[in-house]
């Protein structure tokens, strides 16, 4: 039997009574129930009784915890237990959390709201094991026009150039844009590349007339800083 932490940090033995998963969810609601035990729900209906719980387990070990859901895909049916219909939902509900995440982020205005912002895009790149590049696009108020991954791989912010970033950000008529970057490392403290790099796209912008209104640097297991709240913008 194995034991997994709930959402207020205690442990709790999965198996046995986990057979009733779905009517705990329903009954005492979905924050009763622990990370390996709302993926066991997942894959409750096309499991026989108990197998659910040690399938969970087993894979958010190996993906390093939750977040490692972020970045499955068709492989997980390369893994012993986990059928196509299984990957199939755990792939379909990560999308809709990501879908979901950008439908919020539709309706706020990216500036004031730079959380509701990285946790959109943390849904997309919480476990990215090389560097991203990306940019937000916006509108007069800072509303979200569209997102663009730019860059993927391992580069330094010196071969990005600016006009890269505003040929397209005047293709879609923005406004205004927000940058953001993975660190593979996890911590997202922003290193003086980070800074000179804020320094040189926020220079370029105001030259063309774009302002830069932030730029996001994710780390690891939801951690994330913004540059305009460090006060580097």
Not at 10 to 23: A, F, H, K
Not at 50 to 73: F, H, P, T, Y
Not at 173 to 196: K, M, Q, V
Request: glycine fraction near 8%; hydrophobic fraction near 40%; proline fraction near 3%.
């Amino acid at each position: 039997m194995k034991a997994d932490a709930t959402t207020d940090g205690t442990q709790r033995q999965l198996g046995g009574q986990n057979d009733n998963l779905p009517d705990r969810l329903l009954r005492d609601g979905p924050r009763s129930l622990s990370d390996a035990e709302l993926v066991a729900v997942l894959l409750h209906s096309s499991c026989r009784r108990g197998l659910a719980s040690e399938i969970a387990n087993d894979l958010l070990r190996d993906l390093g915890g939750l977040a490692g859901l972020s970045e499955v895909d068709g492989h997980l049916i390369d893994r012993p237990g986990v059928s196509k219909v299984r990957a199939a939902i755990l792939i379909a509900v990560r999308e809709l959390a990501a879908r979901l995440g950008r439908t919020k982020l539709l309706e706020r205005q990216v500036l004031d709201h730079p959380a509701v912002v990285a946790n959109y895009l943390t849904l997309r790149y919480a476990r990215a094991d090389q560097e991203v590049l990306g940019v937000l696009f916006l509108d007069t108020h800072h509303r979200l026009i569209a997102d663009c991954e730019l860059f993927r791989g391992t580069l330094t912010r010196i071969q990005v150039e600016p006009r890269q970033i505003f040929r397209e950000a005047l293709r879609y008529r923005a406004s205004s844009i927000a940058l953001f970057h993975t660190h593979p490392t996890g911590d997202p403290t922003p290193s003086e590349d980070d800074r000179a790099f804020t320094r040189r796209i926020d220079q370029a912008g105001r030259l063309v007339g774009i302002r830069l209104v932030d730029h996001l640097i994710l780390g690891g297991l939801g951690r994330w800083t913004s540059m305009t709240r460090q006060g580097l913008i």
